[in-house]
């Protein structure tokens, strides 16, 4: 839908946070004077302040907000939900005339440059952040927008026919798109976010819109060792390239010294810089001066010969299997567990049981899990298990226990909502506790 077939269209804005606020502002500045419908669970007290100052200043608004919020939508012609909100959430709400659509969808509706997507459940953030940094470094225009925490919409009017606009996309932000983008990239799919989706093949499904509706001329760069994603490429009409590390083995040795990101990874990037031309040159100056994002496999640095990286955010057993595998045999020391969802940890037990891994740190509550799965397997006698649920006893054992020259790696495999209130709150912890020990 294009943003001036709105202008005629009640429209109504539901979902309050980042995106639909950041709707709602671009909607207001294109349509001064035009009516609109905002709704969301919480009561005006729940924003902070400038917001609310907002919402309170513009006479042509109608806020529904509170636990009835949803009840006031039969007459929206046009309905911007926010992409974690499921669809059938809202549906029997809605006349069935009416339009529900994202701010992706419009942006992508609209967006005048040529779109580079990335999804994956793992790894998507750093490849898009790489992939951003290796354009700036060609001196192409270009923007890092979407899932990575830059709402879209206020970059429209800004991008131009020439830019390239970077977007990294969750299944949320994929889920029930009828465009794809012109080169799409799917790093890899696992089980995830099965409380919002009812099962493994809906979470999928959500995201191979980044490739289901391309053109012929478009590019889809996949996953060929993951059934699903090879499925999917069967069924785009777009040019497929699937990523094969391999191809690549000489060059992605040569950049990726520093374990930036895994050698897959690196082989979908190598790819796409075919596609778009960019020299070698400048593909080794992104890696020589790309730095890791906050807690993605970030190295925190060396500390009494111990070199430790932070990988809080690998909340899923498949995401501390790629860590291990991107950093090789020197891992010692792993800290692991969190809040238990109830998952399986047979994958990362034999994992952990074919490694180097000497000293295995666990915090509850799929620490205990991760532990039985091991001990069933019953082939490494000699790992040394230390159960905790204090960050600072967990660093302290690293220190004493990790021979130097070797790495303690924080990847715990689950969520972290039981002890922390985010991946962030725990991996600043664990940051914090090593430079008090150092």
Do not use: W
Not at 137 to 149: D, F, R, S, V
Not at 277 to 282: A, H
Not at 302 to 313: A, H, L, P, T, V
Request: charged share 30%; hydrophobic share 40%.
């Amino acid at each position: 839908m294009k943003i001036s077939q709105l202008k005629n269209k009640k429209i109504a804005i539901v979902g309050l946070g980042i995106e639909g606020m950041n709707t709602y502002l671009f909607l207001r500045k294109n349509f001064p004077q035009k009516k609109l419908v905002l709704a969301d669970k919480r009561t005006l007290s729940g924003f902070d302040d400038n917001i609310q100052k907002k919402l309170k200043k513009d006479k042509y608004l109608d806020l529904f907000l509170g636990s009835d919020y949803l009840k006031n939508l039969k007459d929206a012609e046009v309905v911007i939900k926010t992409s974690g909100m499921p669809l059938l959430s809202i549906s029997k709400f809605l006349a069935r005339s009416a339009i529900v659509t994202s701010q992706i969808e419009l942006f992508l509706d609209n967006c005048p440059s040529k779109i580079i997507a990335i999804t994956g459940t793992k790894g998507k953030s750093t490849t898009s952040s790489i992939i951003y940094s290796m354009l700036k470094e060609a001196k192409i225009k270009t923007y890092l927008l979407g899932n990575i925490g830059t709402a879209a919409l206020s970059f429209l009017e800004k991008v131009k026919k020439t830019d390239i606009v970077v977007l990294e996309l969750s299944a949320h932000q994929l889920y029930s798109l009828k465009k794809s983008p012109d080169i799409s990239i799917f790093l890899n799919i696992y089980p995830e976010h099965l409380d919002y989706y009812k099962d493994f093949k809906e979470y999928f499904l959500a995201k191979a819109n980044i490739a289901l509706h391309q053109k012929k001329n478009d590019y889809f760069i996949y996953n060929p060792e993951m059934k699903e994603i090879k499925s999917l490429a069967k069924k785009v009409i777009s040019k497929k390239i699937p990523i094969d590390p391999k191809k690549f083995k000489n060059e992605i040795k040569k950049i990726n010294q520093n374990n930036i990101t895994h050698d897959f990874n690196i082989a979908a990037i190598l790819e796409l810089a075919k596609i778009l031309k960019i020299p070698n040159d400048t593909i080794e100056k992104t890696f020589r001066r790309f730095k890791p994002l906050a807690h993605r496999l970030e190295f925190i640095g060396e500390y009494k010969g111990i070199r430790f990286y932070d990988d809080s955010i690998a909340t899923i057993p498949e995401a501390v299997i790629f860590a291990l595998d991107t950093l090789g045999p020197d891992v010692e020391t792993l800290i692991a567990g969190g809040l238990n969802r109830g998952i399986k940890f047979d994958k990362i037990a034999k994992r952990i049981i074919n490694s180097n891994i000497k000293n295995l740190i666990l915090f509850p509550d799929s620490g205990i899990e991760i532990r039985k799965e091991i001990e069933n397997i019953g082939k490494r006698k000699d790992l040394i298990f230390f159960e905790t649920q204090d960050m600072e006893k967990a660093v302290d054992f690293a220190f004493k226990n990790t021979q130097r020259g070797n790495i303690c790696l924080l990847s715990p495999a689950s969520p972290s909502f039981n002890l922390f209130k985010d991946y962030q709150e725990r991996g600043n912890a664990f940051k914090k506790e090593i430079t008090n020990n150092k």
